[in-house]
């Protein structure tokens, strides 16, 4: 297939959409793209990082240039990425990690995603009479935010597996934040797009406009002291700086104390928040091992249902370039959404059946598909259960203006990460230097429908779902790639396409993430505008599908480990590079 059409794609107008519906589920990509530029194959022998913006990936570098583990690389190019992309990450957010062990050969994970308040009810998001609030009414403001995990998973990442000093760690970020950094295109892109939402509270509006009210602009310098300051704090005092004493005091009085739009976060809830380390959700794909985040991710399971699926199809004789193919792809994407949506949530709260990855039920899911023709209609299948649980489909939204990381350091420990704010710029509200997370609003709206309960509705301590995807694959019980996307509920879709691209049509990393997307879901097919994914318009009508063109503003990062080198892989619609030695 071929590279997409360097141009700004045409854009859709997600903020009518999203206004026009009370409750739209996973409709819209989280961010447009500003440019596409051409991005070339990284090759390097002992080490790589990849991220979504170049400062933060050499801040990475020259950690692991010194010697530093992936752990270590890890905290500079977080808290990097948390001041220059502010509207994607940051210490007021969440991650999820999936880490390889070069020492041990062993594979893990750590769910650092944000929890409700302990003091939120299922209807946090419902009106006096019951009804689903609209989305920026939840979302700008107190009500959405959640105990943030971020600070904690790179403590946890640092005490584990880290090398260098913690406080060494903070001084690109510190440096960068005193000093100033210019503004790229993408966040003045951003800030120019969420103008009405950004100055709707004042210490946002200061950081982000010019005195005379107008946005920021590509190339302006921009200072962020708060933020440098809180990260000394953090360097002299450790992870207990941010969850214990005036830090977290200060964020949950500002969150309840909103005159618009007051939350419920509480000091005592930072107090009480903690990373989860879980075992890896793994599915068998060709000779392959693809293994990712479990609930309350729904990344590992989806993607994995997927690859599932179209395992029962020769894809690679089709290939890249036949319609048939991607109607495969995307009738087995929309099988697998209709799983997610009735079943997957935090599996601490709600059960889950355990068989979603079975082999014989994704074969019996794979037989509803004809090649040539759209499935007529989808609905959640029948998978093998213990204790079997009534459950009506989700009515959640997903908007996450995400990002992701890949490490490589040259001990062999691997990190793929993936991190957000949820939205855009998050609930908008600053406190300390950076943003507070929207992440509650990534729950269901809705509590009950038909009678039974969503199970990914909001209760306290619990975690909401997600679609993050980082994801590593084994061959033959070695790290075979690491691989992740920013994009919403999407990500499932720029994550699963890029594996099949690489596994079965034998691109190259980078060919495989620079590739057009072409996503299914819902039913609608999704084509990338300004691509060669627009020619798959008549074909896919022809078989029956309704077809969208839009913007697909994927944000994937990828390294694959063959014959003893590195390659490495950035997506060519946002700023993001690699880099390795």
Same mark, same amino acid.
């Given at each position: ?46 080490? !790589? ?23 270590? /690389? ?22 999820? *990690? ?8 062993? *594979? ?11 003091? /939120?009810?299922?209807?946090? +998001? =419902? ?7 609209? +989305? ?71 950081? +982000? ?17 708060? $933020? ?23 964020? /949950? ?95 601490? $709260?709600?059960? !889950? ?54 490490? /490589? ?38 509590? $009950? ?31 075979? !790639? ?36 072409? *996503?299914?879901? +819902? ?12 020619? $798959? ?19 994937? =990062? ?24």
């Amino acid at each position: 297939m071929n590279k997409p059409i360097v141009t700004i794609a045409s854009l859709l107008a997600f903020s009518s959409l999203i206004q026009a519906s009370p409750q739209v589920t996973d409709a819209v990509a989280p961010e447009s793209t500003t440019s596409v530029a051409q991005k070339h194959l990284v090759t390097a022998d002992k080490f !790589m990082v990849a991220a979504a913006n170049p400062l933060a990936v050499k801040a990475g570098y020259e950690v692991l240039k010194k010697g530093g583990t992936a752990a270590d /690389a890890l905290v500079a190019v977080q808290t990097v990425l948390g001041l220059v992309e502010p509207q994607s990450s940051g210490l007021g957010g969440g991650a999820f *990690l999936v880490y390889y062990n070069g020492k041990t050969h062993k *594979l893990t994970t750590y769910d650092a995603r944000e929890t409700a308040p302990m003091a /939120a009810r299922p209807e946090l +998001f =419902q009106d006096k009479n019951g009804q689903p609030l609209k +989305f920026y009414d939840a979302v700008v403001g107190g009500r959405s935010v959640g105990t943030p995990g971020t600070v904690k998973l790179i403590a946890t990442m640092h005490q584990k597996y880290g090398k260098q000093p913690w406080a060494e760690l903070f001084k690109p970020a510190e440096q960068l934040a005193e000093n100033g950094f210019h503004v790229s295109q993408r966040l003045a892109g951003a800030i120019s797009d969420d103008m009405e939402r950004l100055s709707r509270y004042p210490d946002t509006k200061a950081y +982000f406009f010019k005195k005379d009210g107008s946005p920021l602009l590509t190339g302006d310098l921009l200072v962020n002291q708060a $933020y440098a300051d809180t990260l000394k704090r953090l360097a002299k005092e450790g992870e207990k700086a941010f969850y214990h004493g005036s830090i977290a005091r200060d964020i /949950a009085a500002k969150v309840n104390h909103m005159k618009d739009n007051p939350g419920v976060l509480s000091e005592q809830d930072f107090a009480l928040y903690h990373v989860i380390e879980r075992e890896p959700v793994c599915a068998p794909y060709r000779q392959y091992n693809v293994c990712g985040m479990g609930p309350p991710s729904s990344g590992g399971l989806t993607v994995g249902q997927i690859l599932g699926i179209v395992s029962h199809f020769d894809l690679k004789s089709l290939g890249a370039d036949n319609p048939k193919s991607w109607q495969i792809i995307g009738d087995a994407s929309r099988l697998a959404f209709a799983d997610r949506g009735r079943y997957m949530a935090d599996s601490d $709260y709600v059960p !889950m059946p355990e068989g979603l990855l079975d082999p014989a039920y994704l074969a019996r899911r794979a037989a509803l598909i004809e090649p040539g023709k759209a499935l007529a209609s989808v609905s959640a299948g029948d998978p093998p259960w213990k204790n079997r649980v009534a459950q009506a489909d989700d009515q959640s939204i997903e908007l996450p203006c995400t990002t992701q990381i890949v490490i /490589a350091d040259q001990f062999g420990n691997i990190i793929s990460m993936t991190s957000t704010i949820e939205n855009g710029f998050g609930s908008r509200i600053m406190s300390h230097g950076f943003l507070l997370n929207n992440e509650l609003t990534d729950f269901s709206f809705a509590s $009950y429908a038909n009678g039974y309960p969503i199970a990914n509705r909001v209760e306290p301590g619990k975690r909401p779902r997600s679609s993050m995807s980082p994801t590593i694959v084994m061959k033959n019980g070695q790290p075979y !790639m690491a691989v992740g996307s920013p994009g919403g509920s999407q990500i499932i879709g720029y994550v699963a396409s890029t594996l099949i691209a690489n596994l079965d049509w034998g691109m190259d990393i980078q060919q495989a993430i620079s590739s057009p997307h072409l *996503l299914n879901r +819902f039913g609608t097919y999704e084509l990338e505008a300004g691509t060669s994914a627009e020619t $798959y318009k008549a074909a896919l009508k022809k078989m029956g599908y309704q077809v969208q063109i839009r913007d697909l503003n994927s944000g994937l =990062q990828g390294i694959v480990f063959t014959d003893g080198k590195l390659q490495g892989g950035a997506d060519p619609r946002r700023e993001g590079v690699a880099m390795g030695d």
